[in-house]
């Protein structure tokens, strides 16, 4: 079982609509959609949902009136706007201004029997503290520091995950819920699952869409695969991402190769990360060139790539991507990559050429290039 991971610099070069062809052009896989902030992988392959999952990443502070003995005996309705100078154990531990008395709710105190609920949705009762649930961080100092145990951490749910079937394979994807955060979480929880299924099912690939950038979500999704394919485009932005994701995969340890999507918008610019691949020793898998077919498929919701009895006409795209997927697919054969730490560490000393420190570059110098 090999796993290929389809990454790209930044959001708009094409990765997921060639993954999708991918799911067409591939037998035997599972595929995997990591970009959580944004999965867009469903709505070219229209699943089936068979089961979904929550997904909780944290925890958040609850506090419980019947054991609070509150602290501002201040009287309700007696003072004015604002927040209250009164103090307890809990909002003095709390680090992150998350706990603290509301005048309001005192004044309010009348309606419903003491109890008002606040503009963030949580409920205080006068004389007691309120928890904001937005400047909560779920560290559970509180918690630990009120003597009477009127505070507990429950789990937060941020985001779901969903097995699911397609015409072209099972999928596993997911939603990270709006503001929320630990994707790289639920990124090894759409990439476990999807290896389980792979594993009880004798399947050959594990295909991942992979989420932009370099960040956290990015490293989830990259370690231990076998290889990593970078989407890019011929443009200032798309060249400088595609480098700083070059250098994240070599950092790592994991063998990468390119895509120039929309190549022949600016063959002087494609000729530039040739070059720039050529000098790091990385392979340029394909080049894909515009065509306005490839809007007409993302029209009708569907990939680039047709299957056979399809009465929809393949451009000069499709071929490329055809292409494309033959020499990612003769490139697995002869990858192995590390998927375990003392795997990668051996990587590292076998191949130290490979794994570099990130280069820190200066934004003035880089603001010079581009001028």
């Not at 939603?175 to 990124?187: I, T």
Request: net charge negative; charged share 20%.
């Amino acid at each position: 079982m090999k796993e290929l991971l389809v990454i790209s610099g930044k959001g708009g070069t094409g990765k997921t609509s060639i993954v999708g062809s991918f799911a067409v052009l591939a037998d035997s896989k599972v595929l995997a959609d990591c970009d959580v902030d944004a999965a867009d992988l469903h709505l070219l392959l229209n699943p089936t949902v068979r089961a979904t999952h929550e997904f909780s990443a944290g925890q958040q502070a609850v506090l419980d009136p019947a054991k609070c003995v509150g602290a501002g005996q201040c009287g309700a309705g007696q003072c004015g706007a604002g927040e209250c100078s009164a103090s307890a154990v809990c909002a003095e531990a709390c680090r992150f201004g998350a706990i603290a008395f509301s005048r309001a709710a005192c004044a309010e105190s009348s309606i419903d029997g003491g109890m008002s609920v606040l503009s963030t949705g949580s409920t205080a009762r006068a004389g007691l503290p309120y928890i904001d649930s937005v400047s909560c961080e779920g560290c559970g100092v509180c918690a630990r520091a009120c003597p009477h145990g009127a505070i507990s951490m429950e789990d937060v749910v941020s985001g779901h995950w969903f097995v699911s079937d397609t015409a072209y394979g099972p999928m596993v994807h997911a939603r990270l819920g709006v503001a929320q955060e630990n994707s790289g979480k639920l990124v090894t929880q759409v990439r476990r699952e999807a290896r389980s299924i792979a594993e009880r099912q004798g399947l050959d690939y594990i295909i991942t869409d992979g989420p932009p950038g370099i960040g956290c979500p990015v490293i989830s999704s990259m370690s231990g695969v076998d290889l990593a394919l970078i989407i890019t485009e011929p443009t200032v932005a798309g060249t400088h991402d595609m480098q700083r994701t070059v250098e994240l995969a070599h950092y790592f340890g994991v063998k990468t190769t390119v895509c120039i999507n929309k190549y022949d918008l600016d063959q002087a610019g494609a000729k530039q990360i040739e070059a720039y691949c050529s000098s790091e020793g990385v392979q340029i898998a394909g080049k894909v060139p515009f065509d306005e077919k490839v809007v007409e498929a993302l029209l009708q919701e569907a990939p680039v790539v047709t299957r056979n009895g399809s009465h929809r006409a393949e451009g000069r795209a499709a071929q490329a991507v055809r292409r494309l997927w033959a020499n990612i697919e003769s490139e697995l054969e002869c990858v192995g990559g590390p998927t375990t730490p003392a795997g990668l560490r051996g990587f590292r000393q076998a191949h130290p050429g490979n794994v570099r420190p990130l280069e820190r570059h200066d934004p003035r110098e880089a603001e010079g290039r581009w001028r």
